[in-house]
């Protein structure tokens, strides 16, 4: 997969313009991104956040693990969507018991989101297994390879806004949250434009 990736690359004979060269890039960036995600797969087939909860879902619920208990109009701010959006979202997190919201006694107005034992059990499992998937793809790459690996992912998802300010405020991304306990075994929507 990558050798073809490589040789499409490498086609093209002559020095391309900077618009082409740009478009080559992206383009590039594109297939390689498509071979890690093919790469994630196997371990995606076995997380239970990624096989029940959409996109925005899994942003909004490892937001609250990441961040602890949040003001409903926090959390609409950190996801940068509004508070409708964030009450749809939440209202599915906990169906599935991976969140509460509970008014606070000094302001009743104030509805606060928290994760439950379980929203913090399957956020580890999701965040172990996809560092442990991770080291897998990236054992053979030296210290200076990783850093770029890091840095253009870091790159990627700010320009994409795919972390919640909470982890782009990370050093490195993708790196899980300090861990809430520990666990052994995994437990057995429409929403962000």
């Known amino acids: 997969m990558v050798q073809n990736s490589r040789m499409q690359w490498n086609d093209g004979g002559a020095a391309p313009d900077q618009s082409a060269r740009r478009e080559k890039l992206r383009r ?9 995600l093919v790469g994630l797969r196997p371990w995606g087939a076995q997380v ?3 096989a029940e909860l959409s996109v925005p ?7 609250v693990h990441s961040t602890g208990a949040l003001r ?7 996801l ?8 749809s ?6 169906a599935k018991d991976l969140v509460t919201r509970e008014h606070t006694r000094e302001d ?4 606060m989101c928290s994760c439950t034992e379980t929203g913090h059990l399957e956020a580890e499992h999701f965040w172990s297994g996809l560092q442990a998937r991770v080291n897998e793809l990236v054992a053979g790459l030296t210290e200076n390879e990783l850093e770029t690996v890091a840095r ?10 795919l972390l919640p300010a909470a982890l782009a405020e990370m050093s490195v991304p993708l790196q899980p949250p300090p861990g809430k306990g520990k666990r052994t075994e995994p437990p057995g929507e429409r929403g962000l434009k």
């Open 28 to 36: 590039q960036t594109g297939i390689m991104l498509g071979h890690v």
């Open 89 to 94: 979202l939440v209202n599915a997190l906990e």
């Open 72 to 78: 409903m109009s926090d959390l609409a701010a950190r």
């Open 152 to 161: 253009g992912l870091e790159l990627l998802a700010n320009a994409g806004k």
């Open 57 to 63: 879902q899994l942003r909004t619920m490892l937001t």
């Open 48 to 50: 239970r956040l990624l």
């Open 80 to 87: 940068q969507v509004g508070l409708p959006v964030v009450t």
């Open 108 to 111: 009743r107005r104030v509805v």
